[in-house]
């Protein structure tokens, strides 16, 4: 079956980065494109981007451009995303989803000094 | 960005009972390509957010046909018939006609 599996919770600096993984098993990786999602605590959903990992085409949302960066390494089926420049405002749950269907547990980071 | 408006924002419901969902958008959501890519998630709590219904009224594999969706262009619902425990939860309605893709605010579903 379709598993996302992501990497532990984060607890990082104000000014950092961090990089979560999003492991995919059950499927031909390269077939489908991973989307990276944000929920800040008790509120709602917002779409950070998509990577392809068989081209390794990546599209932002404009709101996130220079603050996330994916990439995968298709030995390993699995897909990463860089935050950086941390500031409160990134604390939240970040999920990965095989497109519109399938959804990793959710990684949750937290920035505080 | 299109702006997806989802009311009522929270819902109270007797067991076994029926209720429904709505959720605006901003602007038409049916692609050049002739489909409406208008999705329903049910986020339990403390889950990742789960599939129910694709392209407006499609349910997805597993989902109980308690669930329906319906609407076209600007305007959908999300009918939940014969409500179980296990369908409590925040809904949202999800957009990916339009780039980039935009969720509804949230539909909180609690017993009466």
């Known amino acids: 079956q379709v598993q996302l599996q992501q990497s532990g919770a984060e607890l990082v600096k104000p000014g950092s980065s961090v990089k979560m993984s999003c492991k995919a098993s059950?499927?031909?990786?390269?077939?489908?494109?991973i989307y990276w999602i944000k929920q800040r605590p008790g509120q709602g959903l917002e779409w950070i981007g998509r990577?392809?990992?068989?081209?390794?085409?990546?599209n932002y949302n404009e709101k996130f451009k220079g603050k996330a960066t994916f990439t995968v390494d298709k030995s390993s089926s699995t897909a990463y995303m860089q935050l950086s420049s941390l500031t409160p405002e990134d604390t939240a749950v970040y999920y990965c989803?095989?497109?519109?269907?399938?959804w990793g547990q959710g990684v949750m980071v937290t920035v505080s000094s | 960005d299109v702006v997806m408006t989802q009311t009522p924002v929270s819902l109270s419901v007797s067991l076994g009972g029926q209720t429904s969902i709505s959720c605006r958008s901003s602007?038409?959501?049916?692609?050049?390509?002739?489909?409406?890519?208008l999705y329903w998630y049910l986020q339990k709590p403390g889950q990742s957010p789960q599939l129910l219904i694709y392209k407006v009224s499609n349910r997805f594999s597993g989902v109980p046909d308690r669930f329906s969706g319906s609407g076209s262009g600007t305007d959908f619902t999300l009918k939940i018939s014969r409500v179980e425990p296990e369908d409590l939860g925040v809904y949202y309605c999800y957009q990916g006609t339009h780039y980039p893709p935009t969720f509804g605010g949230g539909t909180k579903l609690e017993l009466k």
């Open positions: 059950g499927y031909t990786f390269t077939s489908y494109y």
């Open positions: 989803a095989r497109e519109r269907v399938y």
């Open positions: 602007q038409s959501l049916v692609h050049s390509d002739g489909n409406t890519y």
């Open positions: 990577i392809g990992p068989g081209s390794g085409d990546t």
